[in-house]
């Protein structure tokens, strides 16, 4: 199979695949965004489902927040810099790559 | 297009995009079994995760959901039940769950079919089980009887049998005894039977002064959070609760007020709250699921919480046999849930499972009627070692109970009803 005719196969199943993913506006599954959305969940029995948080909580709504500054406070909670009652606890069990992509998920969420 | 051409479609695509995705397998049918911390909070995020592709139908008996965490307020009075009661009509029509209230009968594994009380069946691509526990009323003579009469309850399940213990606790007379007996580790809510001594000892200590709480318990020591709870009792009840390790109830004697244990003398008390060893939800034990702890608990895969011994069969919660300082909470139940719901989908979308899945605990215990403590945890899969260890250097406690941390359990409480609800 030469190179154009392997494009074309493929191009056919993903049309087909597209065909019948619906007729519609499903969207592929991305991999690294599963595993990114998986590692925010463990934010939200706090934090509420992708940062949304409840009314008048106690600890703050963290979707649409700029990166830099939730990646600072995390990093901050980490160092010991930033005191808390539990945060301090929570973000040492985060690597710094981590919270670096908490804080661009975050960020990305509509308040 | 049969389910194989359908990976080779989505394959084709990741080779296109350059970076792996796919469509998750439209139609596929996901049962989930139990709504609880981990059974409504899998079912949303299967919805979620999938972009709303997969369906999700939820079997769950009750139509409200009642919390355990938060349910030792109301036996101190300080809390009513409707407060930590949540229906399940939000969480069906915000992501489009299918709602069964029944009870799951029978699950056939080979088949992939579960058998419902009602007499319908339901057919699964893949099943998440979150069963909770089963109280081994055997496990403690007489207590099943006691139970049936109403005399010695254990409202170690929240609901009417809560309002029930509370009610008994009102007709105590001042001067009387609540016992408390708790059976050695695991059980569900390892701060529970402490948290609960506080909350009747916060109320016999306003209403009741002259009573007594006895904590009775058959380990070495408090099971969670230990010089938290020693401080408490020693600088808010000292008069009150008494704690006594190595005291394993053997059988209870409704009519004289009496636990009998395994070598210590009998103890007589107005109220006995009787624990008895715990188990994998019946369901998961006769699908023959709970493989582990002499079948008590289930194995299963860290990495997805496949069962170990049924293929496309995940159990989460406070079932299945726990990885190292894993409690059972619904908090960790509802990152179980999360690692689980993850996996499935990315099964059902031919994509790799996480091979880093992280889990987060956090557990408050009021020790009043608004001051709080904690122990909190995370945990990540190890993959050489199959199994989740505690990061290094994470976690831990309250330095004392604060007013702040009380504010901070309510609003945990609201956020995880949300998350898995809402």
């Not at chain 1, 500054?69 to 790559?97: C, N, P, V, W």
Request: aromatic letters at 6%.
């Amino acid at each position: 199979m030469n190179h154009h005719s392997l494009t074309a196969t493929l191009l056919g199943s993903a049309m087909l695949a597209l065909a019948l993913s619906t007729a519609s506006t499903a969207l592929a599954i991305d991999q690294q965004t599963l595993y990114t959305q998986s590692l925010a969940a463990t934010c939200a029995n706090c934090h509420g489902t992708q940062g949304k948080g409840v009314p008048e909580g106690s600890v703050p709504k963290l979707a649409g927040l700029t990166a830099d500054y939730l990646e600072a406070q995390m990093k901050a909670f980490k160092s010991g810099e930033r005191q808390a009652t539990i945060m301090h606890q929570l973000a040492r069990g985060y690597s710094d790559e981590q919270l670096r992509a908490l804080a661009a998920y975050f960020a990305s969420q509509k308040p | 297009m049969d389910r194989r051409d359908f990976l080779k479609a989505g394959a084709a695509l990741t080779l296109l995009s350059g970076t792996a995705s796919a469509f998750a397998m439209r139609g596929a049918k996901v049962v989930v079994i139990g709504g609880g911390y981990g059974g409504a909070t899998a079912a949303k995020y299967i919805r979620l995760l999938s972009g709303y592709t997969l369906d999700v139908t939820l079997v769950e008996p009750d139509k409200e959901f009642v919390s355990c965490p938060l349910s030792n307020l109301v036996l101190g009075g300080s809390r009513k039940l409707t407060d930590i009661s949540r229906s399940y009509a939000t969480l069906s029509r915000h992501h489009g769950i299918t709602m069964v209230h029944d009870l799951a009968a029978s699950i056939d594994t080979r088949a992939r079919i579960v058998k419902l009380a009602g007499g319908s069946t339901l057919s699964y691509d893949k099943l998440v089980l979150s069963p909770g526990i089963d109280l081994n009323m055997g496990s403690i003579e007489g207590l099943a009887e006691s139970q049936a009469s109403g005399q010695i309850l254990q409202a170690w399940k929240a609901g009417p049998e809560t309002l029930a213990l509370r009610r008994q606790l009102e007709a105590m007379p001042d001067g009387g005894v609540y016992a408390i007996a708790i059976p050695e580790a695991p059980f569900r809510c390892p701060p529970g039977p402490y948290e609960r001594a506080c909350q009747v000892a916060w109320y016999l200590k306003n209403f009741k002064p002259k009573s007594k709480v006895l904590v009775l318990d058959a380990n070495q020591d408090i099971v969670s959070k230990p010089a938290l709870f020693k401080k408490v009792w020693e600088e808010q009840y000292k008069s009150i609760i008494e704690y006594r390790n190595q005291h394993k109830a053997m059988a209870v004697s409704p009519k004289d007020g009496l636990i009998k244990f395994d070598v210590q003398d009998d103890v007589k008390a107005n109220v006995i709250n009787a624990l008895p060893q715990m188990r994998a939800g019946k369901i998961a034990l006769q699908t023959g699921l709970a493989n582990m702890a002499n079948n008590r608990w289930c194995g299963v895969n860290y990495q997805s919480f496949e069962s170990s011994v049924a293929n496309d069969v995940f159990v989460i919660g406070d079932a299945i046999q726990v990885a190292q300082l894993m409690p059972k909470s619904g908090h960790m139940a509802n990152n179980h849930a999360k690692v689980a719901a993850a996996a499935v989908v990315a099964q059902l979308s031919g994509l790799d499972i996480n091979p880093a899945p992280m889990l987060t605990n956090t557990c408050y215990s009021y020790v009043d009627d608004r001051h709080v403590i904690h122990v909190a945890s995370v945990h990540e899969y190890v993959a050489a070692e199959q199994t989740f260890k505690v990061v290094q250097g994470s976690g831990g406690f309250s330095t004392g109970p604060t007013e702040l941390e009380g504010r901070h359990a309510n609003t945990w409480a609201r956020s995880i009803w949300a998350d898995m609800l809402e």
